[in-house]
Nanobody, 120 residues
Framework: QVQLVESGGGLVQPGGSLKLSCAAS????????MGWYRQAPGKQRELVAV???????EYADSVKGRFTISRDSAKNTVLLQMNSVQPEDTAVYSC??????????????WGQGTQVTVSS
């Protein structure tokens, strides 16, 4: 069983910055993909950014050039640096990690979600 704990959400003004963190705990052998997703009220959950084990990253077009995803594989942690945030970035942000347990089983776990509100 893998638990993901997120932190860093909150209220930020348009044009401001925020940094989200997600740490995984459990009997993890290796984490492959780590990603951030978001869901705004009345909308479907969407991928924000994902980083692979080789640290290659992909971003939603709406956040390219503003958000940066990074990982600390030694700590099974994924970060999302959010710059130049806009009101349309307001959503619940959730992290997701996929990998393998020490038992050999595969896992895919979600964090509980953290609210990000962009407003003046």
């Amino acid at each position: 069983q893998v638990q993901l704990v997120e932190s860093g959400g909150g209220l930020v003004q348009p044009g401001g910055s925020l940094k989200l963190s997600c740490a995984a705990s459990g009997r993890i052998s290796v984490v492959d993909a780590m990603g951030w997703y978001r869901q705004a009220p009345g909308k479907q959950r969407e991928l924000v950014a994902v980083v692979a084990s080789d640290e290659s990253a992909e971003y939603a077009d709406s956040v390219k050039g503003r958000f940066t995803i990074s990982r600390d594989s030694a700590k099974n942690t994924v970060l999302l640096q959010m710059n130049s945030v806009q009101p349309e970035d307001t959503a619940v942000y959730s992290c997701n990690e996929k990998g393998q347990l020490s038992s050999g089983s595969f896992f895919a776990s979600w964090g509980q979600g953290t609210q990000v509100t962009v407003s003046s």
